[in-house]
């Protein structure tokens, strides 16, 4: 299961490059929420991936079991989503706004403030 | 009990925001809480400072967890210098904002979100857990994305853009770096990362999320090659937001660096070290160049921003306790000085209606006291004796000698000659010549009264001067807190409880 992710991992990462490497600035939107999926993936991988075998001690058990699923990835992943989630909403409304402002969805209009 | 004195640079300002909110409709409110909420961070973050000095670590395991499991907050001397001196900046600029924040940026909520930065950075720098850490950046982030677009103004806007975008993606990296190390060590906490990359014999395998969190951290600091979002927006908003990102963003860069590979990654600094010496050394020499050849005063600065950073990554590369201690002085003058300077381009701003050097003149005889006031910062980051940067230039020069790393001392003089170059361009367009007659220089309206932003400019320029001719109480200061940084294996038994024994 883990090199099947790791390759989907390799093709958000792929992907998202070339969607920011793009002139459009929605594409830029997109490049950054799917490289910032790629990362959530990562992160939930590496804790190891195992079917069936949940972080809980058995009925009558008193210790768990040796080989069990790591559920603090987990944790931590749903916290990045939970992040990732309200800055790609808050990215939206920025690109909107800059939209109307600058007038043009090309990148290259967006040179106003730089050197 | 004094544990408790971590908590309060963190607390103060999320009850703040929490009351500030509460307290929404009337603007004076706002005015009097930012002011009040960011002071008593001060006071705490003060008390913090004198506390971990004298207990050399404050450790704090939230919700009692013990360390390699719950989250650890951890202070030593440098991130408690950090939490004092960014707190003072938040101090400083909340009373700066009473007279540039105008009503329809008070009224989203501009207060509330300045203590959210507040809060970010300190839990930033008192966090001993690699993904609160993450978390803490997030925080920081968010609330500056805020800030940087609030105005809702085309340059606002476009360089928020930028801002954001890039920081995210430095966000991701970080992510998957703090991933890619869980997998491998099966902990988050920093001192249990750092113990178990040098008990092992061979550590390269930590090598690709040491290498992820040197560019994002890279990113977050501004350094070559990765600042290219930094002077495309930092001009952009408002004076006050201006100088608090300038201040603080970017050290929270440069402090997770020097906690990277001080503590986590400290077996692999040998590995890096050049990579750094030369980012460093690209660093200084790019953001110099950048700011000799801009005309804006506040584009200027922004670049100088990037070329300080270098010299901080610099103490770091070093890596002797010298280098060390003259990079923490170093970061502490530069945050004085570097908001300083951009507090001054808002009163030029404010009375000159621009801060582009070919449209301002003449404040030599107009305001003869902010010359006096941008001369201090100025020549202060140019390195001019008796000033603060002069000695944390010098101790840094002193230690890259002692090392004979050559190149690097060669260029870290070159750069100050330019830097002085440069604020010698601001001094001679902005201050002596003449005011050039054909430019409208209506500024905007004034907001609130002039005494409230030349106050903080004063109170940090005589900070400086003092620094400069009564630097050593604090430089002995940071003598301290490099040794600190020196001995990981303190920080690591300070933080967790049994040594050597805890590893699932």
Not at chain 1, 6 to 34: D, M, N, P, Q, T
Not at chain 2, 110 to 122: D, E, R, S
Request: aromatic share 12%.
């Amino acid at each position: 299961m883990e090199p099947l992710i790791a390759l989907l991992i390799g093709v958000l990462f792929a992907a998202g490059i070339y969607s920011l490497l793009r002139r459009s600035i929605v594409k830029l939107v997109i490049g950054v929420v799917l490289i910032s999926q790629g990362a959530n993936l990562l992160v939930f991988t590496s804790g190891g991936l195992l079917a069936g075998r949940p972080a809980l001690v058995e009925a009558g058990a008193t210790v768990l079991e040796a080989p069990f699923g790591d559920p603090l990835p987990q944790a931590m992943v749903l916290t990045a989503i939970v992040i990732g989630f309200g800055l790609t909403a808050f990215l939206l409304a920025l690109v909107c706004r800059a939209h109307e402002a600058v007038g043009d969805d090309d990148i290259n209009a967006f040179d106003n403030t730089d050197t | 009990m004094s544990e408790y004195a971590l908590l309060l640079p963190i607390l103060i300002p999320l009850i703040g925001v929490v009351l500030l909110l509460l307290g929404a409709r009337s603007l004076a409110v706002q005015r009097a809480g930012g002011v009040l909420f960011s002071s008593l961070t001060f006071a705490a973050s003060l008390y913090l400072l004198f506390a971990v000095d004298q207990a050399d670590y404050l450790v704090m395991q939230m919700g009692a967890w013990e360390a390699p499991f719950g989250i650890s907050l951890v202070a030593d001397r440098f991130s408690a210098v950090m939490v004092a001196v960014s707190s003072f900046m938040g101090a400083a600029v909340g009373i700066y904002a009473l007279s540039e924040i105008d009503e329809a940026r008070l009224k989203k909520f501009f207060f509330p979100l300045y203590l959210v930065l507040i809060f970010g950075v300190n839990g930033a720098f008192l966090t001993g857990d690699l993904f609160n850490l993450y978390v803490w950046f997030e925080v920081m982030l968010i609330a500056s994305f805020v800030l940087m677009s609030m105005g809702g103004e085309k340059g606002e806007l476009e360089g928020g853009l930028k801002y954001v975008c890039l920081n995210l993606l430095s966000s991701v990296m970080f992510l998957a770096g703090a991933g890619i190390i869980y997998g491998k060590t099966g902990t988050l906490n920093m001192a249990d990362i750092g113990q178990q990359l040098m008990l092992a014999e061979n550590a390269d395998w930590a090598l690709s999320s040491s290498m992820l969190l040197l560019v994002s951290f890279g990113l977050k600091a501004g350094m070559f090659p990765f600042f290219f979002w930094l002077p495309a927006s930092y001009h952009t908003p408002p004076s006050a937001v201006s100088a608090v990102f300038a201040g603080l963003l970017t050290k929270v860069g440069v402090y997770a660096l020097f906690r990277s590979y001080t503590l986590i990654f400290m077996p692999l600094f040998p590995e890096v070290q050049n990579i750094l010496l030369w980012l460093a050394i690209l660093t200084m020499v790019t953001g110099v160049l950048g700011a000799a050849s801009h005309f804006d005063m506040r584009r200027i600065l922004s670049f100088h921003i990037v070329s300080q950073i270098g010299y901080m990554v610099l103490g770091l590369a070093f890596m002797t306790p010298l280098a060390l201690a003259a990079a923490i002085f170093y970061l502490v003058h530069h945050i004085i000085v570097k908001t300083n300077l951009f507090l001054v381009s808002g009163v030029v701003i404010r009375m000159k209606g621009s801060c582009d050097l070919a449209k301002v003149g003449g404040l030599c005889n107009s305001a003869p006291w902010l010359a006096a006031l941008f001369f201090i910062p100025a020549f202060s980051l140019g390195g001019i004796p008796p000033l603060s940067g002069f000695w944390a230039k010098f101790a840094l020069v002193k230690s890259g000698v002692e090392i004979h790393a050559w190149w690097a001392v060669t260029f870290a003089l070159l750069v100050g000659v330019l830097t002085l170059y440069s604020m010698t361009k601001i001094w001679a367009e902005a201050f002596w010549k003449k005011q050039p007659e054909d430019v409208d220089t209506t500024p905007a309206k004034p907001v609130g009264p002039l005494v409230f932003m030349v106050a903080p400019i004063v109170v940090l320029s005589i900070s400086t001067v003092v620094i400069g001719f009564f630097g050593e109480p604090l430089f002995e200061f940071s003598e301290r807190a490099a040794a600190q940084l020196l001995d990981p294996q303190s920080y690591i038994s300070a933080v967790l409880p049994q040594p050597a024994e805890v590893s699932p």
